[in-house]
C-alpha cells in the first residue's frame, strides 16, 4: 500500500509522569479527550496542560470554560501556587467564558471559537464543560477551529459525561 507511515508528532505536556505514557505527549494540532466522572481531575489537567505550557515551553494558551467561572478557575490555579494573573496580564493566558447564560445555544460556538483561533501566539487551547453545549458532538466546531493552520494549538477537552455520549463503560 505505499511507503512508511510517519509518527505522529507529541507536544510535552509538562505534567510529570503523563509524558512518559503518553510517550512524548499529546498529538500535536490534536484535539485530545480527556474523560471521566466528576471530581476525576479533567478540568485541573486542562489549566495544567496550558499552564505548564507557559512555564516550562513559553507556549501561550487560552482555555474555554462552558461550565465553571473563569474567577473560579483562577482560585483554582492560585491554590495550587500559580501566578495566574501574571501570566494573563503579561498576555501568555486568556479565559474565554462561553458558558450558555441567556445566550441563543447556536451562538455560544460561533462567537468564541474564531476568538480562540485568531490568536496567532495561541499554542494550547484546554476546554472544560463541552456536556454543557446543545450538541450531540460538543466542542466540534471549536475543535475543528483550532486545526487551522494560522492557530497550531493542541487542544484538551474536558466534558462531563453526557447522556448523548451514551451510558458509561461497564
Known amino acids: 500500500m505505499g511507503g512508511r507511515s510517519e509518527p505522529v508528532s507529541k507536544l510535552p505536556t509538562g ?4 509524558d512518559h505514557i503518553a510517550l512524548g505527549g499529546l498529538p500535536v494540532r490534536r484535539t ?14 486542562g489549566l495544567e496542560f496550558l499552564m ?3 512555564l516550562q ?4 494558551g487560552v482555555f ?19 501566578d495566574i494573573d501574571g501570566t494573563e496580564a503579561a498576555g ?3 479565559f474565554i467564558d462561553a458558558a450558555l447564560k441567556s445566550s441563543p445555544p447556536d451562538a455560544v460556538i460561533g462567537n468564541y471559537d474564531s476568538v480562540a483561533s485568531s490568536r496567532a501566539s495561541t499554542k494550547r ?10 450538541s450531540t458532538r460538543p466542542g466540534h466546531s471549536l475543535a475543528g477551529s483550532l486545526k487551522r493552520p494560522t492557530c497550531g494549538s493542541s487542544c484538551t477537552a474536558c466534558p462531563r459525561r453526557s447522556k448523548t455520549w451514551g451510558p458509561p463503560p461497564s
Open 92 to 94: 501568555k493566558w486568556m
Open 32 to 45: 485530545t479527550l480527556v474523560a471521566g466522572p466528576t471530581g476525576s481531575g479533567k478540568t485541573l489537567f
Open 52 to 54: 505548564k505550557g507557559i
Open 64 to 82: 474555554v470554560t462552558f461550565e465553571e467561572s473563569p474567577s473560579d478557575l483562577r482560585q483554582i490555579m492560585a491554590s495550587f501556587g500559580y
Open 57 to 60: 515551553f513559553d507556549e501561550p
Open 125 to 134: 487551547c484546554g476546554a472544560s464543560g463541552l456536556s454543557e453545549l446543545p
Open 15 to 18: 505534567i510529570v509522569g503523563f
